[in-house]
């Protein structure tokens, strides 16, 4: 057998790497972090100059200046292309209001779960406000605009806290006699280990002791979320056309050498891999803080941080086939500070708006409006300067005249001494041509063009003179552009949702008493028509949420725009009354209990009601009931006196004439709650 690392940090000795698929190149340690730090510079070589490019799109987003000392006089205008900014913001808002729905999620259940799915839907609907999911999205997918990609780290939040623990540890043994080593207070003394913990017996026959012990326990919290950077973020190898190809990721961090020492101390990383690092600072101003402008002071001793690199490989390691692996190198002394069995629960998520075909990554929306921008920057630059020139035209002194500008300024209301009216003159300079005008209102069309909004989807008005329906025809297009790009994230969101379970499961998983439920959920699931009182003691287990479920994000296109979806709604109340009528199964479907209330709660979303809970909460459910049970009541004494001897009975053999009753048009659609 293999002898076992003595730290935990790795779960693989040198011996079991020279066993492995990889052992002509990795058979130890020091070998495998020589390879690891290969296989990372090797694909930030393969990235080029992509750091300045990125950096010069988040210039054009942030309104940055990009004429520097170039320009044609001093103090001359450098004005960036605004339509950079507008845009991605535009896009940007456009996608979070179709996307950020309530549910976030529609979950569907195969077989048995099926039952539970509204219960999994509304609890995670809850969860990812709690966790303030919105503004992580918000983020991401700003960064996924302007960046190649957006990259999301998903993780389970732990923290480490200090529980009373009781243990039946080994007893310390002579080795002479095999009997029990006794201290000075009589007491038999307890083995340990070589951190100086107590060793628990698991033989039953071997000599033991109870004794209580205060031990430090990871506790999981839930999701967590980081947005990484493109900068700090890179695939193995880099050129991958498909996820098939990937056999590895990679993300940078820095940490604080205090803090790679507690780590340490606790298991996490290696000591003496610790300890060669050595003190000196490796964060200094870098990729990731070029496109926010930030200028990293100097930093020494307990504030020195180091970068590192945390890589997830897929790897033949130990000759017992691939698996993943978790690796957390330093590429300055190329030093292996962890290897750990890689559990899957991290991951990475890619948010590609704009797919580029055969690579991985995507179009930024500011790379494909480039050339479009610099045409506008130039131009608004021309015109400014242009403007300037016009309005404060140089003045043509003769040489030897009288006035001095530093003596005299010229201002309003100021005198100006001369011999002769001709010894100054201002230098005529005609205005800015009208071509120049349509010049810049061509680069607002191409813009749209290349984007596919208009000015009424981003929210303004020109000058222009529209039809309705031309503004219609052009808004309904531009939806169908941002559609196209909610279909590119689809795939990511519902990885989300999957990912947000599997952990959330781990978490209840933990906690034995379960997690109390929230108000927000009990008063969901009581709008959803959910026996809340089904629910052992108000907490959650991890059994509740056991199952196979789908997660598909909610947001189309259409969830966009709530006045075209309140117009449509209102035609669609409009035709529902005759409909029922027409019909008496249409009737009898809108007059059960849960399509009201889910029609009840469309009408409330799509015309932005407050206060939905007062008719869909507990009290609007136990009035509705307590109606049911009012018209069950009256249909069954209206039935009995109907069938009563001489009530106008029909002869036998007779058929009963069909007739409807009439339908009570509520202001909001009828048949909601049936006839009265």
């Known amino acids: 057998m293999p002898r076992r690392p003595k730290t935990s940090a790795y779960d693989l000795t040198d011996a079991q790497l020279k066993a492995g698929r990889f052992a002509d190149v990795v058979d130890s340690h020091d070998t495998l972090a020589q390879w690891l730090v290969q296989e990372l510079e090797a694909a930030l070589s393969a990235r080029g100059a992509i750091a300045e490019r990125i950096r010069y799109y988040w210039t054009y987003y942030e309104q940055g200046r990009t004429r520097g000392s170039r320009g044609p006089w001093p103090d001359a205008a450098d004005l960036t292309s605004p339509y950079g900014t507008e845009f991605v ?95 000075e207070d009589a007491a038999p003394v307890l083995a340990k280990d070589e951190q100086g913990g107590y060793i628990e017996a698991t033989d039953p026959n071997t000599p033991s002791a109870e004794v209580d012990i205060d031990v430090w326990e990871p506790v999981r919290l839930g999701p967590a979320y980081d947005i990484i950077p493109y900068l700090d973020y890179l695939r193995f190898p880099f050129h991958a056309r498909s996820r098939s190809e990937i056999w590895g990721y990679g993300k940078r961090f820095y940490r604080r050498l205090p803090e790679l020492k507690a780590r340490a101390a606790a298991g996490a990383y290696d000591p003496q891999a610790v300890e060669r690092l050595g003190d000196d600072n490796e964060y200094t101003t870098t990729s990731q803080d070029a496109p926010r402008g930030v200028t990293v002071p100097d930093q020494r001793g307990p504030t020195a941080q180091k970068e590192l690199w945390e890589m997830p490989i897929l790897a033949d390691l130990d000759g017992e086939g691939e698996r993943w692996w978790l690796a957390t190198v330093h590429p300055q002394s190329t030093t292996l500070l962890r290897l750990k069995v890689d559990d899957r629960t991290a991951r990475f998520l890619e948010f590609v708006p704009f797919p580029k075909p055969g690579s991985r990554d995507g179009y930024s929306l500011i790379e494909k409006m480039m050339t479009a921008l610099e045409e506008d920057t130039a131009v608004r630059n021309m015109r400014a300067d242009k403007c300037a020139l016009s309005i404060s035209a140089p003045i043509l002194r003769v040489q030897g005249a009288l006035w001095n500008p530093y003596e005299q300024p010229f201002a309003p209301g100021s005198v100006v001494d001369v011999r002769d009216t001709n010894e100054l003159k201002q230098f005529e300079l005609s205005d800015v041509p009208a071509s120049v005008n349509v010049w810049k209102q061509d680069v607002r069309t191409d813009v749209e063009r290349l984007i596919g909004l208009n000015d009424v989807s981003v929210g303004t008005q020109t000058q222009e003179r529209r039809t309705l329906g031309e503004v219609q025809l052009a808004a309904g297009y531009s939806e169908v552009r941002v559609k196209a790009i909610i279909a590119a994230i689809q795939e990511s969101l519902e990885e989300l949702g999957s990912a947000r379970h599997e952990i959330w499961k781990r978490t209840l998983a933990a906690q034995q008493q379960g997690m109390p439920i929230p108000s927000t959920l009990m008063a969901g699931l009581d709008a959803r028509g959910i026996d809340t009182g089904s629910i052992a003691d108000g907490r959650i287990t991890a059994q509740m949420l056991e199952g196979q479920f789908w997660f598909k994000a909610r947001g189309s296109v259409d969830t966009a725009n709530l006045d075209r979806q309140a117009t449509n709604l209102s035609q669609l109340l409009a035709t529902l009354g005759p409909l029922m009528q027409l019909n008496p199964m249409i009737r009898a479907i809108f007059s059960t209990p849960q399509a009201a209330k889910a029609f009840v709660e469309q009408i409330l979303r799509v015309y932005r009601w407050p206060d939905k809970q007062a008719f869909l909460g507990s009290e609007a459910q136990a009035a509705m009931q307590q109606q049911q049970q009012q018209d069950q009541m009256l249909q069954m004494v209206q039935g009995m006196i109907g069938g009563a001897p001489g009530a106008g009975a029909e002869a036998p053999g007779a058929p009963a004439p069909m007739v409807e009753p009439p339908i009570e048009q509520p202001p909001m659609g009828g048949g909601m709650m049936g006839a009265r």
């Not at 992580?136 to 200090?162: C, H, K, Q, Y």
């Not at 080994?170 to 009997?179: A, K, N, R, S, V």
């Open 89 to 183: 913001d535009a896009v940007l808002g456009r996608v979070m209001d179709t996307i950020m729905v309530e549910p976030l999620w529609i979950v569907e259940g195969w077989g048995d779960s099926t039952s539970r799915a509204p219960f999994i839907e509304e609890f995670h609907q809850r969860t990812q406000e709690q966790e303030r999911l919105q503004s992580v999205l918000r983020g991401v997918l700003l960064r996924a605009l302007v960046e190649p990609a957006g990259i999301l780290e998903l993780s389970e939040a732990t923290e480490t806290r200090r529980v009373r623990k009781r243990i039946r540890a080994t007893l310390e043994l002579d080795p002479m006699t095999g009997t029990a080593i006794i201290d």
